[in-house]
T-cell receptor, first 114, second 113 residues
Framework: DVKVTQSSRYLVKRTGEKVFLECVQDMDHENMFWYRQDPGLGLRLIYFSYDVKMKEKGDIPEGYSVSREKKERFSLILESASTNQTSMYLC?????????????FGSGTRLTVV | DQQVKQNSPSLSVQEGRISILNCDYTNSMFDYFLWYKKYPAEGPTFLISISSIKDKNEDGRFTVFLNKSAKHLSLHIVPSQPGDSAVYFCAAFTSGSARQLTFGSGTQLTVLP
């Protein structure tokens, strides 16, 4: 089974801090994604990557950046954390084959910015 | 501009009865649809999918129906069990183009014993 591991389940950070959320997958998937989940808004795509060193903006990239230096690792960076970035962050991966549309998600990181 | 909409944020059903979760979409280019289930403090897990060339797909207690003319799909769970209590997300995809899924806002299903 594909495993997607997010480094932290819970994080509390201060406003203005630089925050790193790490995600690692172990099945050689090409595609990796970062979403945030908020009540009433569902899952919103922040950034995604189809290959190493490649990144594309999703629907809500403002205030975030990403890094993909290795195929298995996709990092989400909050350059200067703000309280409106308090959320559940979910990483996912998928293969690039035409008939494999589903994602495998990590367990999520609950980030609180105070 | 939500391309995938789940208009019911919550649904309560008695154990053993049918649960029907609804999803509407606006993008006519979507041709593949999925349902995910999410428990608290866990990531979403894939439940069932349907291609636009079909109007029904069944997997055990779960059936997804697709009405392309109405741009509407629904997930039926029969019979509902307390372990089905979770948030259900509808998602859509356009094959042959970008690889990211577009998700709805989710419906919290509560199955009462």
């Amino acid at each position: 089974d594909v495993k997607v591991t997010q480094s932290s389940r819970y994080l509390v950070k201060r406003t203005g801090e630089k925050v790193f959320l790490e995600c690692v997958q172990d099945m050689d998937h090409e595609n990796m994604f970062w979403y945030r989940q908020d009540p009433g808004l569902g899952l919103r795509l922040i950034y995604f990557s189809y290959d190493v060193k490649m990144k594309e903006k999703g629907d809500i990239p403002e205030g975030y950046s990403v890094s993909r230096e290795k195929k298995e690792r996709f990092s989400l960076i909050l350059e200067s954390a703000s309280t409106n970035q308090t959320s559940m962050y979910l990483c996912a991966s998928s293969t690039g084959t035409a008939r494999s549309y589903g994602y495998t998600f990590g367990s999520g990181t609950r980030l609180t910015v105070v | 501009d939500q391309q995938v909409k789940q208009n019911s944020p919550s649904l309560s059903v008695q154990e053993g009865r049918i649960s029907i979760l609804n999803c509407d979409y606006t993008n006519s280019m979507f041709d593949y649809f999925l349902w995910y289930k999410k428990y608290p403090a866990e990531g979403p897990t894939f439940l069932i999918s349907i291609s636009s060339i079909k109007d029904k797909n069944e997997d055990g207690r779960f059936t997804v129906f697709l009405n392309k003319s109405a741009k509407h799909l629904s997930l039926h769970i029969v019979p509902s069990q307390p372990g089905d209590s979770a948030v259900y997300f509808c998602a859509a995809f356009t094959s042959g183009s970008a690889r990211q899924l577009t998700f709805g806002s989710g419906t919290q299903l509560t199955v009462l014993p």
